[in-house]
């Protein structure tokens, strides 16, 4: 049971770079977020999706992409990677009831 | 909009020692309160939560947890922590009847247990 995983779990990037952070689920989960993890801050909601096709903004969408065309997938890009973008990456996924399960985590830097 | 404080920012005891995280929210409608975990390098993990009923709630490891809706509370509790406790706990909320499903998350408590 492979439940949520992501890819890759490090990276480093330079400013200005386009970067995809992967996101991937086993359990047909139809909920699906990405959150940020900054010190101090706690975990913060940059994107969520209700269902394939389906995305809304959350509390610190400015400079991120997302896509879903599957279930099960659900990739974030930064379009063009800012130092303030430095951040652990975390997706999660829910179905009916409200917990989230989240997967391992994405520490991305830009240098 | 939601909020979440946690004002134990950073919480050292010794083993054996009670532990009582402080968990409040700023919002008056129905909410889903979470505590989740976080061992050092590891993702999060749901340690428990509340959507209705008794207000407290008994999750794993012998974490438990009272909703007092009247102080807007959810504060995390363990009668004697293990040095296996050494994580980060954060707080968690859902406005239920908003609809949406996203979580509000605290700023993180990050327990230090010395043997």
């Known amino acids: 049971d492979a439940g949520i995983t992501q890819s890759p779990r490090y990276k480093i990037t330079e400013t200005g770079r386009q970067v995809t952070l992967m996101c991937h689920q086993t359990?047909?989960?139809?909920?699906m977020f990405w959150y940020r993890q900054d010190l101090g801050h706690g975990l913060r909601l940059i994107y969520y999706s209700a269902a394939a096709d389906i995305t809304d903004k959350g509390e610190v969408p400015d400079g991120y992409v997302v896509s879903r065309s599957k279930t099960e997938n659900f990739p974030l890009t930064l379009e063009s990677a800012t130092r303030s973008q430095t951040s652990v990456y975390f997706c999660?996924?829910?179905?009916?009831?409200?917990?989230?399960?989240f997967g391992p985590g994405t520490r991305l830097t830009v240098t | 909009a939601q909020s979440v404080s946690q004002h134990n920012h950073h919480v050292i005891l010794s083993e054996a020692a009670s532990l009582e995280l402080g968990c409040n929210y700023s919002?008056?409608?129905?909410?889903?309160l979470f505590w989740y975990v976080q061992y050092p390098g590891q993702h999060l993990q749901l340690l428990l939560k509340y959507f209705s009923g008794d207000p407290l709630v008994k999750g794993i490891k012998g974490f438990e947890a009272e909703f007092i809706k009247s102080k807007f509370s959810f504060n995390l509790r363990k009668p004697s922590v293990q040095w296996s406790d050494t994580a980060e706990y954060f707080c968690?909320?859902?406005?239920?009847?908003?609809?949406?499903?996203?979580?509000?998350f605290g700023s993180g408590t990050r327990l230090q247990v010395q043997p």
């Open positions: 359990w047909s989960h139809s909920y």
């Open positions: 968690a909320v859902n406005a239920r009847d908003t609809g949406r499903r996203a979580l509000t």
């Open positions: 919002y008056g409608g129905t909410v889903n």
């Open positions: 999660a996924s829910s179905l009916k009831t409200y917990e989230q399960y």
